[in-house]
């Protein structure tokens, strides 16, 4: 994301019109409200269950999760089918301890797309 | 593909408004063709009246366009989410094709489709067939609102945004129909039987607007203090006092009917409706920058609160000096390069506890209040200057256009310090950053545009449409910077920003429409001497809450 300090400077130039549309922003609009595993917590290994709540109904069969291991490769996990209609699930087995970040991604049923990165790790038993 | 994500926003929001727009134009121009266009021979006397055939006609060939543009649009936008889609998530065309916004999407070119190919046919049939089609165009339009996503009160929620989107239509689709219909006229009495019977239908439109519309505040925006401490409610308020500037003109309409001075108002009434289909559009790109903010009622964390704006907007003294290069942080330019290459810059999403943006350092703080406030002092002098120029007591001040070179200048420097002429990074690298692109670009159209206008003050230009260019410009960037609203979560920081940027937008573009109206309101309208002191007032005022910018 640009500085503040940058996209604050663009209102100044009120007076060149259309191509303002170019710097235009836009972010979707579905928002993440509460995520399990929370950010940077740490959890019990091997499975872990991952559940994510938005503030809006979630087109789970167009949404993913993809799950980026401590050595950076990367694993799609199988969302769940039956969630509720704002929540996306699934599980991620046989992690080892060690740090790894969930990417998401979710598309609401209005067609717009918000992704995330939710980082946690599987702490040793 | 991390280029592609970054423009998702952009497009989204760009396809969305024209989009929104154009089903106003369909839907308004079929309702304006059944309840105000019908049979407008049968109650006038007046020879000179056009015949309900040509006015149809006319009608029907600026609904099929419409039509046709909304198809185009559609299509655009589903291409466009589709696209990314694929790209993103690894799907096929057909993994993509069941999805909401697609079938949302099909639903809406099909209707439309419809209308353009039933617009086609003889204007002497009944047009009440259009009306099937027009509502499943709103209903495409409600199938990807915020309304089909909530989870509670769904149901009379979709029903509220669709009466509200079909009044919207009604009222400001309607109004190029009617301007189209005046102006193909000569005659005062059918001018005043169609604005009568506009204006019912208008007042209907209105009533039923601001109902949905305050139902669906209230679910979505849900207290007094979310209306101004979150960026979807002050995008409301901003709709709200649109509406405001929009129901005065239509009172200045209304009185120009029943009372006006035959010999202007025909002119007069073509003036006024220009300038409310123009604020009309701003409304709906206002709309269209809401469908991609979430709603109010979900961000009960860290909205802004009364006290940090009114500590935020407080006047302090301007910031006249600026911090030297060497205390800027170094990294600017390649953390956002970095950040770009790597796609992270497309992410933008809320995640609970998370921050959002890095704050700026003092020092950028201060390079940005240094910039606002010299910005300010300069469009705070052009306000004054044009002022003068229309008192005519200082024949100078007719140049006030030049200074508008000054804030090339200043831009150029000061916009982008990690580039060159003031930073490290050479010319041609750093245009590969769209943002700095973006900023070399405005330099050369302030300089356009300063040339032409100062051309039009000093009488160089002769041609009426030119003068225009102007008014036209300032007008349409204030309805953009109303479209470039950008935060996810309510990240306070941007939030405040983005409460400045408001009184910019809402002035450019009352500055710009009343400079319209200046120079488009015959002389004898009284209306005129007003917008004529009112569009530098609010250039200046544009100065004024620059110079009061402040970070904290």
């Not at chain 2, 007094?224 to 308020?237: E, L, N």
């Not at chain 2, 044009?386 to 001040?397: F, T």
Request: with cysteine; charged share 15%.
């Amino acid at each position: 994301m640009y500085s503040v300090r940058r996209k604050c400077f663009t209102p100044i130039l009120f007076v060149t019109a259309a191509l303002l549309l170019l710097v235009a922003s836009a972010a979707a609009h579905a928002v993440l409200l509460e995520s399990s595993p929370s950010l940077n917590a740490a959890v019990a290994g091997p499975d872990v269950p991952i559940k994510l709540r938005f503030n809006v109904r979630i087109d789970a069969s167009r949404s993913r999760f993809t799950l980026v291991r401590p050595d950076g490769t990367t694993t799609p996990l199988e969302l769940a089918k039956d969630s509720p209609a704002d929540t996306l699930s699934a599980r991620a087995s046989g992690l080892a301890p060690g740090d790894y970040r969930l990417r998401w991604q979710a598309l609401a049923s209005d067609g717009h797309i918000t992704r995330g990165e939710i980082p946690f790790t599987v702490a040793r038993t | 593909m991390a280029r592609l994500l970054q423009i998702f926003g952009f497009l989204s929001v760009l396809f969305r408004g024209a989009t929104l727009t154009f089903q106003s134009l369909t839907v308004g121009g079929i309702v304006f063709l059944l309840f105000v266009a019908r049979d407008s021979n049968k109650h006038s006397n007046d020879i000179s009246s056009p015949d309900s055939s040509a006015l149809r006609t006319s009608c029907l060939r600026w609904i099929r366009r419409s039509a046709l543009a909304l198809v185009a649009m559609q299509i655009a936008y589903v291409l466009a989410n589709s696209l990314i889609l694929m790209q993103s998530a690894d799907m096929t065309l057909a993994d993509v094709s069941g999805a909401n916004y697609v079938l949302a999407g099909f639903l809406g070119i099909a209707s439309a489709l419809t209308i353009a190919a039933l617009s086609n046919a003889d204007p002497s049939r009944s047009s009440a067939l259009l009306l099937l089609p027009a509502a499943a165009v709103i209903a495409s339009s409600v199938m990807t609102s915020h309304a089909m996503a909530r989870l509670d009160y769904r149901a009379p929620l979709v029903a509220f945004t669709a009466l509200h989107q079909a009044a919207t239509a009604t009222w400001l689709g309607g109004l190029p129909y009617l301007l189209i219909a005046i102006r193909s006229t000569q005659s005062t009495d059918f001018a005043r039987q169609l604005c009568a019977r506009f204006s019912k239908l208008a007042l209907v439109s209105v009533c039923v607007l601001a109902s949905a519309g305050f139902v669906l505040g209230f679910a979505y925006v849900g207290s007094f203090r979310a209306a101004y401490g979150t960026s979807y409610g002050a995008m409301v308020t901003t709709k709200l006092i649109l509406f405001g500037v929009l129901l005065l003109l239509g009172a200045l309409n209304y009185q120009l009917v029943r009372a006006g001075s035959s010999s202007s108002i025909l002119s007069s009434l073509k003036r006024f409706g220009e300038a409310e289909i123009g604020i009309g559009i701003t409304v709906i790109l206002t709309a269209a920058s809401l469908t991609s903010l979430p709603p109010a009622a979900d961000l009960t964390n860290d909205r802004v609160s009364a006290v940090e704006i009114f500590a935020r907007m407080a006047p302090r003294a301007p910031r006249l000096g600026s911090p030297t290069m060497q205390e800027l942080p170094e990294d600017i330019y390649a953390a956002e390069k970095k950040a770009f290459d790597s796609g992270s810059l497309a992410t933008e999403s809320f995640v609970p506890g998370q921050a959002g943006t890095r704050p700026n350092t003092p020092a950028e703080k201060a390079w940005s209040e240094y910039n606002h406030h010299w910005a300010g002092i300069i469009v705070l002098s052009v306000g004054l200057l044009a002022l003068l120029a229309q008192a005519g007591r200082v024949s100078w001040a007719r140049n006030w256009p030049l200074a508008f070179f000054g804030l090339a200048v200043f831009l150029f420097l000061r916009s982008d310090p990690e580039v060159w002429p003031l930073g490290p990074n050479g010319f041609w690298v750093t245009m590969a950053d769209p943002e700095v692109l973006m900023h070399r670009i405005f330099v050369v159209l302030v300089i356009a545009l300063a040339v032409f206008e100062w051309r039009v003050q000093t009488g160089r230009v002769a041609s009426a449409n030119i003068r225009l260019v102007f008014p036209l410009l300032v007008a349409v960037s204030g309805a953009l910077l109303l479209t470039h609203s950008h935060s996810l979560g309510n990240i306070k920081e941007e939030v405040l920003a983005e409460l400045s940027h408001i009184p910019l937008a809402i002035l450019a573009v009352a500055a710009g429409w009343s400079r319209w109206l200046e120079l488009r309101l015959p002389s004898e309208n009284q209306t005129r001497h007003l917008v004529a002191r009112l569009w530098p007032a609010c250039i200046m005022l544009i100065g004024v809450v620059l110079l009061n910018y402040h970070e904290m």
